[in-house]
Every structure is written in C-alpha cells, then in structure tokens.
C-alpha cells in the first residue's frame, strides 16, 4: 500500500522560496514517476513538476526557471525546490505517484499542502 505525505508549505511573501517534500511508503517509489500538481480555489489542478524513474523532468509553463523538482530514491522522497515565488502560486500542493504501466495500477495521490504567496 502506497500513502503519499507532503510537508513544507506555508506562508511566505512574494519573491521568497519554500521547499515542499513528499514522502511516499511502500516499495515501488524508485520504479514510479512522481509528480507535484497544484490547484487554486475555483481552478482545475495542473501539473507543476514531474520526474521519471531516471531522472527525466517536466514542468509547467508559468513554473519553467522558478522550481526545481528532484528525487532520492534511498529516502523514497520527492522535492519541489520553488523560488522567485508570486501570488499567482497561491494553491494546495499535491503529490503524485504514477506506478509504471507494466503494473496496471491507479496514482496514488497525497493529501496537499498549502502554499500562499502573500505580502
């Protein structure tokens, strides 16, 4: 059984920076694509960040060069390095385990954190 847990939001001003981390349980992390979404009050949740297996990274257009996502396998824990961080940041941040296809199971998703950007 997977269970997804976030850490690492709050509050912080515009141009500040937060670290979210979510750590996941179980023993398919490191064979899993993980990613962070977002969504804001009244929009539909998008992707923010994603990482394969091996390293391989994606991320949304209003985040490119601003946040950094990354992985440790040995700590079964996936990273979302955010700066130059503006209001429109504003969301609940959500974790994503994506199992490889091979395995014909459903993401597991976390509970969120909360991210407001803020003066």
């Known amino acids: 059984q997977v269970q997804l847990v976030e850490s690492g939001g709050g509050l912080v001003q515009p141009g500040g920076s937060l670290r979210l981390s979510c750590a996941a349980s179980?023993?398919?992390?490191?064979?899993?694509?993980m990613g962070w979404y977002r969504q804001a009050p009244g929009k539909q949740r998008e992707l923010v960040a994603a990482?394969?297996?091996?390293?391989?990274?994606n991320y949304g257009d209003s985040v490119k060069g601003r946040f950094t996502i990354s992985r440790d396998n040995a700590k079964n824990t996936v990273f979302l390095q955010m700066s130059n961080l503006k209001p429109e940041d504003t969301a609940v941040y959500y974790c994503k385990l994506d199992p490889p296809a091979w395995m014909g199971r459903y993401a597991h998703w976390g509970q969120g954190t909360q991210v407001t950007v803020s003066s």
């Open positions: 179980g023993s398919i992390f490191s064979i899993s694509v």
């Open positions: 990482i394969t297996s091996g390293g391989s990274t």
